[in-house]
């Protein structure tokens, strides 16, 4: 049974670039959640997917969008990237809208430079 | 909106010692769900224990255990006869019980380091 998969593992990108990150979540979840983890701090949740919708949002500009597949994959884009968006990015996924636990991917190291 | 915070960034304990790790949480709500995830350099976050709200008593896995202290809106994580496996990020979270399992609100962490 798959875990929660991410990729790429670690990406560098110039400022001002956009850039794509992808989360397959775990077997049988349909709910995918974002988070934007800065170095040495705690996860800040970014949006939530659900049925496709963005369902839930943090407190992210618009820069940061994102998309769920009818297969309940996601993607997170961000756009004009800044030198303060260098992070661990995290997927965490769970089933429907009250599942307890979430499960979490292993994260994509974003470095802006 | 809640609020996450664990005081304590840096904590150590000898292998087999036992340790402690504080986490106060800030909430107008009376039903959520509380959390501790460990991230070990691996970067990946596994659930440790969690608590429900309604519950009085403190939840327990193996070797870890919490102090729930509703009234004073604090969360601790006791972790017992302590291996060096359990040298991690640990964190805090919180969670509304409307929404969903994976929308968290995590502290900014405590790093434990296991000395042999």
């Known amino acids: ?113 | 909106a809640q609020t996450v915070t664990q005081s304590q960034p840096e904590m150590s304990v000898q292998e087999a010692e036992t340790v402690t790790l504080s986490c106060t949480y800030d909430t107008s709500e009376s039903d959520y769900y509380l959390f501790w995830y460990k991230q070990p350099p691996s970067r990946q976050m596994i659930l440790v224990i969690r608590q429900e709200a309604y519950k009085q008593q403190n939840a327990t896995e193996n070797r870890f255990s919490v102090n729930f202290q509703k009234a004073a809106k604090s969360f601790s994580l006791k972790i017992s006869d302590s291996q060096l496996g359990d040298a991690a990020m640990y964190f805090c979270a919180y969670r509304r019980p409307e929404t969903s399992g994976s929308r968290l609100t995590f502290g900014e962490g405590t790093q434990l380091t296991v000395n042999p």
Request: aromatic share 12%; charged share 15%; proline share 4%.
């Open chain 1, 1 to 113: 049974d798959a875990g929660v998969t991410q990729s790429p593992t670690h990406l560098i990108k110039t400022r001002g670039q956009q850039v794509t990150l992808r989360c397959s979540p775990k077997s049988g979840h349909d709910t995918v959640s974002w988070y934007q983890q800065a170095l040495g701090q705690g996860p800040q949740f970014i949006f939530q997917y659900y049925e496709e919708e963005e369902r839930q949002r943090g407190n992210f500009p618009d820069r940061f969008s994102g998309h769920q597949f009818p297969n309940y994959s996601s993607e997170l884009n961000v756009n004009a990237l800044l030198l303060g968006d260098s992070a661990l990015y995290l997927c965490a996924s769970s089933w429907g809208q009250g599942e307890i636990e979430a499960f979490f991917g292993q994260g994509t190291r974003l470095t802006v430079v």
